[in-house]
Antibody, heavy 114, light 107 residues
Framework: QVQLQESGPGLVKPSETLSLTCAVSGGFVSTYYWSWIRQPPGKGLEWMGYIHYSGITNYNPSLKSRVTMSLDTSKNQFSLKLTSVSAADTAVYYC????????WGQGTLVTVSS | DIQMTQSPSSLSASVGDRVTITCRASQDISNYLTWFQHKPGNAPKSLIYAASSLQSGVPSKFSGSGSGTDFTLTISSLQPEDFATYYC?????????FGQGTKLEIK
């Protein structure tokens, strides 16, 4: 049973960098594509992008200049960095496996506030 | 971006009922559509992929159909644990996009 678990700071200051990690168990990050999705309070789901173990990334153009994803096979986890955050980046952040989102983490709330 | 429009946005039904949720894509996505269930505080759970294929372990009371731009998710014999929010998502074209969700509530 594949399980994903997001972790990282729950509070980030405006203009700083949001950093999250997704730990994978029951499977290996050296297969499949791994996505990040977010949902601001009261709003819809937004796909942020994916990373493949080969290093291929594909980011949502709405975030492209601010987002970086990486993958660590030794720790079986992948990560998200979002720079220059503002209140609009306050959201529940999810990690998921593959482009069809076959497995999801339960999400972590990140609040951007001073 | 491909717009995914779900209807209805909310739905009240009783235990034992059969319900259908629709999802319309703004352009042809073939069968690159998935449905998932989300309960607050829980990880979203994938139900259907490739428009009509049941994920492993998902009961057959859930079924999906459609191709092109119009899709449906049907849930038969509703049980208390089925009351949740349901989303569709297309994975045909980047950026990947989601429907706005259908909240299924107990009548």
């Amino acid at each position: 049973q594949v399980q994903l678990q997001e972790s990282g700071p729950g509070l980030v200051k405006p203009s700083e960098t949001l950093s999250l990690t997704c730990a994978v168990s029951g499977g290996f990050v050296s297969t499949y594509y791994w996505s990040w999705i977010r949902q601001p309070p009261g709003k819809g789901l937004e796909w942020m992008g994916y990373i493949h173990y080969s290093g291929i990334t594909n980011y949502n153009p709405s975030l492209k200049s601010r987002v970086t994803m990486s993958l660590d096979t030794s720790k079986n986890q992948f990560s998200l960095k979002l720079t220059s955050v503002s209140a609009a980046d306050t959201a529940v952040y999810y990690c998921a496996r593959d482009t069809a989102m076959q497995h999801w983490g339960q999400g972590t709330l990140v609040t951007v506030s001073s | 971006d491909i717009q995914m429009t779900q209807s209805p946005s909310s739905l009240s039904a009783s235990v034992g009922d059969r319900v259908t949720i629709t999802c319309r894509a703004s352009q042809d996505i073939s069968n690159y559509l998935t449905w998932f269930q989300h309960k607050p505080g829980n990880a979203p759970k994938s139900l259907i992929y490739a428009a009509s294929s049941l994920q492993s372990g998902v009961p057959s009371k859930f079924s999906g159909s459609g191709s092109g731009t119009d899709f449906t998710l049907t849930i038969s014999s509703l049980q208390p644990e089925d009351f949740a929010t349901y989303y569709c998502q297309q994975y045909h074209t980047y950026p990947l996009t989601f429907g706005q969700g259908t909240k299924l509530e107990i009548k």
